[in-house]
C-alpha cells in the first residue's frame, strides 16, 4: 500500500483514537452493567442491566470493533511504521483481532443469552461469564493504548530486513549522486 499522505493520515488517526476510546468506553459500561446484574437483589435492576447490556452489544460492539480493527490496519499499511515491521503493531494487530472477534461471537452471544432468560423470568445462570469478558477486554486495551503510546520492543525481523534496504538504497543514490559530474558554473552572465 502507498503510504497515506499527511492530512489523510492524521484524519484517520484522529477516527482511529476515537472509535478505539469508544470502544474502551463500551467495555466500561458493559463492565459497569454485568456487575450491577450480578450482584444486586432486586430482579428488575438485574433484568434492566442485561437488557442494557443487549442494546449496547447490538448497536455498538459490530461498529467499534470493526472500525478500530480497519482503521488500524490501514494506518498500520499507510505508514511507515507498517503492519510486521514494529513489535509493538503486530502485537496490537493480533489482539485487536482476537479481541474483536471473541467480543462478536463470544461474548455477544452470551449477553443475547442473558437477556433472553430475563425475557423468560427466569434468573442469569452464569453471570460471572458477563464480568469476566469486559474485565479482560479491558486490560487489553488499556495494554495496547500503553504500548501505542511507549512503543516499546524493537522491530521485527522483517522491519530490521525493511530498514537495511532503506540504507542499503540511501548509499547507493548518494555514491551515484558524487559520481555524477557536474557541469562547471560560468560566473559570467
Avoid: Q
Avoid at 35 to 55: L, P
Avoid at 60 to 84: E, K, N, Q, R
Wanted: contains cysteine; aromatic residues 8%; charged residues 15%.
Amino acid at each position: 500500500m502507498r503510504e497515506l499522505r499527511r492530512p489523510v493520515r492524521r484524519a484517520l488517526l484522529v477516527g482511529h483514537v476515537v472509535v478505539s476510546v469508544g470502544w474502551l468506553g463500551l467495555t466500561l459500561c458493559l463492565l459497569v452493567l454485568g456487575i450491577a446484574g450480578a450482584t444486586t437483589d432486586s430482579a428488575a435492576t438485574a433484568e434492566a442491566a442485561y437488557r442494557a447490556m443487549k442494546i449496547f452489544g447490538d448497536w455498538l460492539i459490530a461498529p467499534l470493533a470493526l472500525t478500530t480493527f480497519a482503521s488500524g490496519l490501514v494506518l498500520s499499511l499507510g505508514t511507515p511504521w507498517g503492519l510486521a515491521r514494529h513489535w509493538w503493531v503486530y502485537v496490537k494487530f493480533w489482539l485487536t483481532l482476537g479481541a474483536g472477534l471473541a467480543s462478536l461471537f463470544l461474548f455477544r452471544a452470551g449477553i443475547d443469552n442473558a437477556a433472553a432468560e430475563v425475557a423468560a423470568g427466569h434468573p442469569v445462570s452464569d453471570p460471572a461469564s458477563l464480568v469476566a469478558p469486559p474485565v479482560v477486554s479491558l486490560s487489553l486495551y488499556l495494554f495496547m493504548t500503553a504500548i501505542s503510546v511507549l512503543k516499546p520492543w524493537r522491530l521485527t525481523r522483517r522491519g530490521r530486513a525493511a530498514r537495511a534496504a532503506r540504507a542499503a538504497r540511501a548509499v547507493r543514490t548518494s555514491k551515484t549522486a558524487r559520481a555524477t559530474p557536474r557541469a562547471p558554473v560560468s560566473l559570467r552572465s
